[in-house]
């Protein structure tokens, strides 16, 4: 189920498919979809115990101080919801996401010194909406994107590797202090803060995952200006972390809103906000009912409790912990043959290689990374690439992927960065 089959019957190996959370059509999933399918498919403006019974089994997952959901149909409407919420709660405008960290594009590339400034980029995402696009620079820092909204501020990616601060045991604390400098210059403008939103492990902006006590820092600045907290768990949730079920678990804080998706129906379009009972009541007040025709109905709930009893029964995020070790610890021992490889990082099934072209300037191996996409495509192993500077190969798999599937990924990308390598003299 990891695999995707071309016409002729040729199977090809699905290395960044974390939709298809539990493989593609899984017999267990696709059951309970057709079943309920059968039975009944109304909307949501219908009481039926499918949708409760998954809202109360999902909450079990969540602290407890999470206690309510709204059920939609896409990442993008969940985050559009949580900043609703949010801005109704606090009666602010002002939000704080995150931009990638690279180096100075322009005027210091000639200095040999790519990973020594810090520059805007264009790899906090959060969905296609013109509220989204205003808050995420992966769209707005585009040719075309318009930039932020007026209300957005950007701060930089904790990138303890390309990024201004790279002592993990202080990093977490200096990244977060640019979250603090925002808020005190929306105070002195007589303003007040709604929101910070940020993945939990920044997907697009390279597989990132933020040094130890960033988001307990910046969490703390945020509630002291008396914002909410909103963690995007739509790339990253439903136990893909392996260490934990939810990525911010990882660093052992406690939203005030998550926001869930794409695995979370393996390809069948549902999606959540969770979040407490002071924000939903506060939502509830102010006269305005929300209300979503195919959000949470009971085909979409039926598949997604589908989804959770196969993770739990098929123990997938152990899993996920197990393999995620051996994939990276593999992929090291590349580092330690391939110059072309700067950095491997990530948790669980979620993982980034990135290439450089020179380990101390750091200078992005985008043409490199882009080669190694279209090769490993050749040989019927898909990958992509992602951050701020397209040199960085991501691997987020279906859960099911096996040691053996590693191990053929890691051979086949052995064997292409040999070739590279070679071919440039590197």
């Given at each position: 189920?990891?695999?995707?089959?071309?016409?002729?019957?040729?199977?090809?190996?699905?290395?960044?498919?974390?939709?298809?959370?539990?493989?593609?059509?899984?017999?267990?999933?696709?059951?309970?979809?057709?079943?309920?399918?059968?039975?009944?498919?109304?909307?949501?403006?219908?009481?039926?115990?499918?949708?409760?019974?998954?809202?109360?089994?999902?909450?079990?997952?969540?602290?407890?101080?999470?206690?309510?959901?709204?059920?939609?149909?896409?990442?993008?409407?969940?985050?559009?919801?949580?900043?609703?919420?949010?801005?109704?709660?606090?009666?602010?405008?002002?939000?704080?996401?995150?931009?990638?960290?690279?180096?100075?594009?322009?005027?210091?590339?000639?200095?040999?010194?790519?990973?020594?400034?810090?520059?805007?980029?264009?790899?906090?995402?959060?969905?296609?909406?013109?509220?989204?696009?205003?808050?995420?620079?992966?769209?707005?820092?585009?040719?075309?994107?318009?930039?932020?909204?007026?209300?957005?501020?950007?701060?930089?990616?904790?990138?303890?590797?390309?990024?201004?601060?790279?002592?993990?045991?202080?990093?977490?604390?200096?990244?977060?202090?640019?979250?603090?400098?925002?808020?005190?210059?929306?105070?002195?403008?007589?303003?007040?803060?709604?929101?910070?939103?940020?993945?939990?492990?920044?997907?697009?902006?390279?597989?990132?995952?933020?040094?130890?006590?960033?988001?307990?820092?910046?969490?703390?600045?945020?509630?002291?200006?008396?914002?909410?907290?909103?963690?995007?768990?739509?790339?990253?949730g439903f136990g893909r972390v392996g260490s934990h079920f939810w990525g911010f678990e990882i660093q052992g804080v406690v939203p005030d809103i998550v926001t869930i998706g794409k695995p979370m129906g393996n390809g069948h379009p549902v999606a959540a906000v969770v979040t407490t009972e002071k924000i939903a009541q506060a939502f509830a007040s102010s006269g305005i009912s929300y209300f979503n025709t195919y959000g949470g109905n009971p085909v979409s709930a039926t598949i997604a409790q589908a989804v959770l009893d196969v993770i739990r029964r098929e123990d997938l995020q152990s899993h996920a912990l197990k393999l995620g070790k051996y994939l990276m610890g593999e992929l090291r021992k590349l580092k330690e043959k391939h110059p072309l490889v700067g950095d491997v990082r990530g948790a669980g099934l979620m993982v980034g290689v990135e290439l450089v072209t020179d380990r101390e300037t750091l200078e992005p191996a985008k043409k490199e990374a882009h080669e190694v996409i279209s090769e490993m495509k050749s040989r019927r192993i898909l990958l992509s690439v992602e951050g701020p500077l397209e040199n960085v190969i991501k691997f987020k798999p279906p859960m099911c992927f096996s040691e053996e599937n590693a191990d053929k990924l890691v051979a086949t990308l052995d064997e292409i960065l040999s070739n590279i390598e070679g071919g440039v003299g590197v």
């Amino acid at each position: 189920m990891q695999y995707l089959y071309e016409e002729n019957g040729t199977p090809v190996l699905d290395c960044i498919n974390n939709v298809c959370h539990v493989g593609h059509c899984h017999p267990e999933v696709v059951q309970a979809g057709q079943r309920q399918m059968g039975l009944l498919s109304t909307n949501n403006r219908y009481l039926h115990d499918a949708v409760l019974d998954y809202a109360e089994d999902l909450l079990s997952t969540f602290p407890s101080k999470l206690t309510r959901m709204f059920f939609v149909n896409s990442g993008t409407e969940a985050n559009e919801l949580a900043l609703w919420l949010a801005r109704i709660f606090t009666r602010q405008e002002d939000v704080i996401s995150l931009k990638g960290s690279v180096g100075e594009l322009i005027s210091e590339k000639m200095k040999g010194v790519w990973a020594r400034r810090f520059c805007a980029s264009f790899r906090g995402y959060h969905g296609h909406s013109k509220l989204l696009v205003e808050v995420g620079s992966h769209k707005h820092d585009k040719p075309g994107g318009g930039g932020p909204g007026s209300f957005c501020h950007v701060v930089e990616c904790p990138d303890v590797y390309r990024g201004r601060f790279r002592d993990e045991d202080t990093a977490g604390v200096q990244y977060a202090s640019a979250v603090k400098e925002v808020i005190d210059e929306l105070q002195q403008k007589g303003k007040g803060l709604c929101a910070y939103l940020a993945e939990s492990v920044p997907s697009c902006g390279g597989q990132i995952v933020p040094p130890r006590g960033y988001f307990e820092n910046v969490y703390k600045h945020v509630r002291e200006a008396g914002g909410v907290c909103i963690a995007d768990e739509v790339q990253v949730g439903f136990g893909r972390v392996g260490s934990h079920f939810w990525g911010f678990e990882i660093q052992g804080v406690v939203p005030d809103i998550v926001t869930i998706g794409k695995p979370m129906g393996n390809g069948h379009p549902v999606a959540a906000v969770v979040t407490t009972e002071k924000i939903a009541q506060a939502f509830a007040s102010s006269g305005i009912s929300y209300f979503n025709t195919y959000g949470g109905n009971p085909v979409s709930a039926t598949i997604a409790q589908a989804v959770l009893d196969v993770i739990r029964r098929e123990d997938l995020q152990s899993h996920a912990l197990k393999l995620g070790k051996y994939l990276m610890g593999e992929l090291r021992k590349l580092k330690e043959k391939h110059p072309l490889v700067g950095d491997v990082r990530g948790a669980g099934l979620m993982v980034g290689v990135e290439l450089v072209t020179d380990r101390e300037t750091l200078e992005p191996a985008k043409k490199e990374a882009h080669e190694v996409i279209s090769e490993m495509k050749s040989r019927r192993i898909l990958l992509s690439v992602e951050g701020p500077l397209e040199n960085v190969i991501k691997f987020k798999p279906p859960m099911c992927f096996s040691e053996e599937n590693a191990d053929k990924l890691v051979a086949t990308l052995d064997e292409i960065l040999s070739n590279i390598e070679g071919g440039v003299g590197v």
